[in-house]
T-cell receptor, first 116, second 115 residues
Framework: DAGVIQSPRHEVTEMGQEVTLRCKPISGHNSLFWYRQTMMRGLELLIYFNNNVPIDDSGMPEDRFSAKMPNASFSTLKIQPSEPRDSAVYFC??????????????FGPGTRLTVT | GDSVTQMEGPVTLSEEAFLTINCTYTATGYPSLFWYVQYPGEGLQLLLKATKADDKGSNKGFEATYRKETTSFHLEKGSVQVSDSAVYFCALKDPSGGGADGLTFGKGTHLIIQP
């Protein structure tokens, strides 16, 4: 299994620029999660999708953040415009949900974003 | 809302020492509890889990017991190895919480094992 694939692994950008993070979940998984990890706040859930539909985006910090899942094998997290306080490691995770139960979440390697 | 509290790190131990990492939680419902491990430069991996009170999760010599009366899920290992050096996260999934399928994580505990 390829596991959850994220790209890029590292991104350095200037304040005000648009940033797009990408995620390919494990084939057959129908739930996808975006998390952000910072030293100050730890790991936070930003948004999750089930069957490509956003279910809970209450963790998305501001309107500058948006996420899409156009099909079962691809999701993006976009920040526009980016700010230095967005610097963090962004993780994507996927899992299988069946019969109302969600199974283990598998995490990707993360994208380390630095906004200068 | 839901929350997870872990002991602050880093925790530094010698090889073959006994390990305990404390974890307590607050949840509105009856959560499932998890320990994840993150090795340097990698994503999180599930280490063990427990889905109901008094369940014991175990894997790779690590154990944790779901204690509803003390709302705790402490991680233990009898004899640690240098290869156990990593960051350990306690987490919960509360089906009655707002983000029903998302995980709520503790801040993480950095474990350093010295030879």
């Amino acid at each position: 299994d390829a596991g959850v694939i994220q790209s890029p692994r590292h991104e350095v950008t200037e304040m005000g620029q648009e940033v797009t993070l990408r995620c390919k979940p494990i084939s057959g998984h129908n739930s996808l999660f975006w998390y952000r990890q910072t030293m100050m706040r730890g790991l936070e859930l930003l948004i999750y999708f089930n069957n490509n539909v956003p279910i809970d985006d209450s963790g998305m910090p501001e309107d500058r953040f948006s996420a899409k899942m156009p099909n079962a094998s691809f999701s993006t997290l976009k920040i526009q415009p980016s700010e230095p306080r967005d610097s963090a490691v962004y993780f994507c995770a996927s899992s299988r949900t069946s019969g109302g139960s969600t199974y283990e979440q598998y995490f990707g390697p993360g994208t380390r974003l630095t906004v200068t | 809302g839901d929350s997870v509290t872990q002991m602050e790190g880093p925790v530094t131990l010698s090889e073959e020492a006994f390990l305990t990492i404390n974890c307590t939680y607050t949840a509105t419902g009856y959560p499932s509890l998890f320990w994840y491990v993150q090795y340097p430069g990698e994503g999180l991996q599930l280490l063990l889990k427990a889905t109901k009170a008094d369940d014991k999760g175990s894997n790779k010599g690590f154990e944790a017991t779901y204690r509803k009366e003390t709302t705790s899920f402490h991680l233990e290992k009898g004899s640690v190895q240098v290869s156990d050096s990593a960051v350990y996260f306690c987490a919960l999934k509360d089906p009655s919480g707002g983000g029903a399928d998302g995980l709520t994580f503790g801040k993480g505990t950095h474990l350093i094992i010295q030879p």
